[in-house]
């Protein structure tokens, strides 16, 4: 006897790959909160102070304005696509799978030159301060930071608490004097020729993509940290769609993998069509060197945002309405018929 069944060819999903309810602990709703809440740190103030009263003078009004609203997009996506997890039993990795199939291994090549990026300029930023702060030379800084990292790293998770608490404990009390010391200048004057609701440095602090002070860290900061995470944007709106596509279903992990090649290509199609939208010193630069080939880099901010950055929110919209059309053009999922005999 003659049977044909047709299988996806990613839908033999390793059991391995997801945790049994009776392992997974908290309710979509906490872990939800729990991960928005990563974006609320420390960080985001001391960021956000340095952006109001950075060299764009937004004011501290208009600076804290834009933070709040730049965290509260940030922890709405977060939060929207980790209620995920105790309903699928996967990791945000795994479960890009879903949509991705074979080609997951694309957004995990962007993440890790992402934390590659980051972590080296945390280093910087530490470095930069033992050497200024202490007078001593960069190299030996640079020392200095590496021979606390490696033993954290070999150690692992315990030294990493001991370290964290101690760290943590120490940022309190300089948030604390960062806050009393900034309530007590005054703002500075509104720059001649300015009239109006400043759109451009309220976006800018919304995307927290310009670091003042005209250093050339901070130049390198404002570099660095929005190309850095521009490419989670289009990430998020092809599995935000996936996901939607999936939500009513009770083992939504069960269903044939999307498009995964209109996937791949809605992500990467979604981080060009972002570049447009960035303003970075570098693009800037880069755009005004090579203005035929490259003069695209940052052109919506320059004429229309006055410098302020909308890749973030662009990069989100492209991404999910490139894979939404990918989806609804090929709505028959990738298949092939495995014929069997008996």
């Given amino acids: 006897m003659d049977a044909t069944t047709t299988a996806d060819i990613d839908s033999d999903w390793p059991e391995e790959a997801r945790l049994d309810e009776s392992q997974r602990s908290g309710s979509p709703r906490s872990l939800a909160a729990t991960w928005a809440g990563v974006l609320l740190a420390p960080g985001t103030i001391i960021t956000g102070m340095v952006a109001a009263g950075g060299s764009a003078d937004p004011g501290l009004a208009i600076g804290f304005a834009g933070l709040a609203v730049g965290t509260i997009l940030g922890s709405l996506a977060v939060g929207s696509i980790s209620i995920c997890g105790p309903r699928t039993g996967m990791a945000q990795m795994p479960l890009g799978r879903l949509a991705f199939g074979a080609l997951n291994v694309v957004p995990q090549i962007f993440l890790i030159g992402s934390l590659i990026a980051y972590n080296a300029l945390n280093d910087l930023f530490g470095v930069d301060t033992l050497a200024t702060r202490l007078g001593i030379p960069f190299l030996v800084a640079l020392a200095a930071v590496v021979a606390i990292e490696v033993p954290v790293v070999i150690v692992g998770v315990r030294l990493m608490r001991v370290l964290g608490t101690v760290i943590s404990a120490v940022m309190l009390h300089i948030c604390i004097g960062l806050i009393i010391g900034a309530s007590q200048v005054p703002p500075a004057p509104v720059p001649p020729g300015v009239e109006g609701f400043p759109v451009g440095p309220f976006l800018l602090a919304v995307g927290l993509g310009q670091i003042s002070r005209n250093t050339q860290l901070g130049l390198l900061t404002s570099d660095i940290v929005p190309f850095a995470g521009y490419y989670t944007t289009p990430g998020f709106g092809v599995a935000i769609v996936e996901l939607l596509y999936r939500w009513k279903d009770p083992k939504p992990w069960k269903r044939p993998v999307g498009r995964w090649r209109g996937a791949a290509a809605a992500f ?67 298949t092939v018929t495995v014929s069997s005999s008996g």
């Fill in 268 to 334: 990467l199609i979604g981080f060009i069509l972002l570049l447009p939208f960035t303003a970075t010193p570098l693009g800037n630069q880069i755009a005004a060197d090579y203005p035929i080939a490259l003069g695209w880099l940052g052109w919506v901010p320059r004429p229309l945002l006055n410098g302020g950055d909308g890749a973030h929110l662009a990069g989100a919209v492209f991404g999910a309405v490139l894979y939404a059309l990918f989806r609804h053009i090929g709505r028959t999922p990738n």
